[in-house]
T-cell receptor, first 112, second 115 residues
């Protein structure tokens, strides 16, 4: 499969725990994005990378959220001290600059 | 600030009916426009996109959209829908300027096709 891969597909965690999600983009794509989607809403932009540089992170929802893309390939999104309001689908996408996005299947997070 | 408005949150049609889903955006500059579809239990997929040129854009699965700059609109159409078109449809916009990394999304339209 040469699309965008996200792991895990589902994550259930207890409130207060830390979680980390991984995204493997399409290898030729230099841009990688993280979005969050809740029921009945369109995706909400969180952050993006161009190669290994995180060029926009002001939309991360709080300082509990952080993302990395250390070698310009895969990326991780970490949420520390999870809260019930963090329950959502976390989407990763990649693109070439100016191109249309290709989305992964998402990681559904449930905080109990 | 940019925003995208999709007029209908839910649309129910019978098979073979014609479809038009509205999308309006607010942004004063030049934009790229997209329609994405999300089938039940699946991830977002690109249906079609407009960057420049012919304002009537054809996408996959018989969908098309028309960019009308004067109306800030990018409505999605399909002449004859099928049961398999049941899905949620999202319109999205990005500017061509410095912030062209960020897609601004509409809230989505849930389309249900009755067999």
């Amino acid at each position: 499969d040469t699309g965008v891969s996200q792991d895990p597909r589902h994550k259930i965690t207890k409130r207060g725990q830390n979680v980390t999600f991984r995204c493997d983009p399409i290898s030729e794509h230099n841009r990688l994005y993280w979005y969050r989607q809740t029921l009945g809403q369109g995706p909400e932009f969180l952050t993006y990378f161009q190669n290994e540089a995180q060029l926009e992170k002001s939309r991360l929802l709080s300082d509990r959220f952080s993302a990395e893309r250390p070698k310009g390939s895969f990326s991780t999104l970490e949420i520390q001290r999870t809260e019930q309001g963090d329950s959502a689908m976390y989407l990763c996408a990649s693109s070439l600059e100016g191109g249309g996005y290709t989305f992964g299947s998402g990681t559904r997070l449930t905080v109990v | 600030a940019q925003s995208v408005s999709q007029h209908n949150h839910h649309v129910i049609l019978s098979e073979a009916a014609s479809l038009e889903l509205g999308c309006n955006y607010s942004y004063g500059g030049t934009v790229n426009l997209f329609w994405y579809v999300q089938y039940p239990g699946q991830h977002l997929q690109l249906l079609l996109k407009y960057f420049s040129g012919d304002p009537l854009v054809k996408g996959i699965k018989g969908f098309e959209a028309e960019f009308i700059k004067s109306k800030f609109s990018f409505n999605l159409r399909k002449p004859s829908v099928q049961w398999s078109d049941t899905a949620e449809y999202f319109c999205a916009v990005t500017s061509r300027g410095k912030s062209n990394y960020q897609l601004i999304w509409g809230a989505g339209t849930k389309l249900i096709i009755k067999p």
